[in-house]
Nanobody, 123 residues
Framework: QVQLVESGGGLVQAGGSLRLSCAAS????????MAWFRQAPGKEREFVAA????????YYADSVKGRFTISRDNAKNTVYLQMNSLKPEDTAVYYC????????????????WGQGTQVTVAS
């Protein structure tokens, strides 16, 4: 089992920045893929970014490329999502997720989920 705990959400003005954290515990391993998803009211959960724990390869949704950065701290078993130039359309509950094996953008392929953290961007 892998446990994931997100933090760092909040209310920010458009153009501002936030950094989300996801602390992982349990049976994490170097073959784990960590990802961020988000879900706005009335919409499906969508892929935001992912990082391969070993090697550090990163992947981004087109809508956040150039504005968001995913990174990891191996010593702290923590993944971060730095969000800059935030827009009102970034408003959503952001979820951290993990899976073993290769990277996917489909949330159904992820086995472990955090509880989510709300990000609200005011215009």
């Amino acid at each position: 089992q892998v446990q994931l705990v997100e933090s760092g959400g909040g209310l920010v003005q458009a153009g501002g920045s936030l950094r989300l954290s996801c602390a992982a515990s349990g049976r994490t391993s170097s073959s784990t893929v960590m990802a961020w998803f988000r879900q706005a009211p009335g919409k499906e959960r969508e892929f935001v970014a992912a990082i391969v724990w070993s090697g550090g390869s990163t992947y981004y949704a087109d809508s956040v490329k150039g504005r968001f950065t995913i990174s990891r701290d191996n010593a702290k078993n923590t993944v971060y999502l730095q969000m800059n130039s935030l827009k009102p359309e970034d408003t959503a509950v952001y979820y951290c997720a993990a899976r073993r094996g290769v990277y996917y953008r489909d949330p159904l392929m992820y086995d472990y989920w955090g509880q989510g953290t709300q990000v609200t961007v005011a215009s």
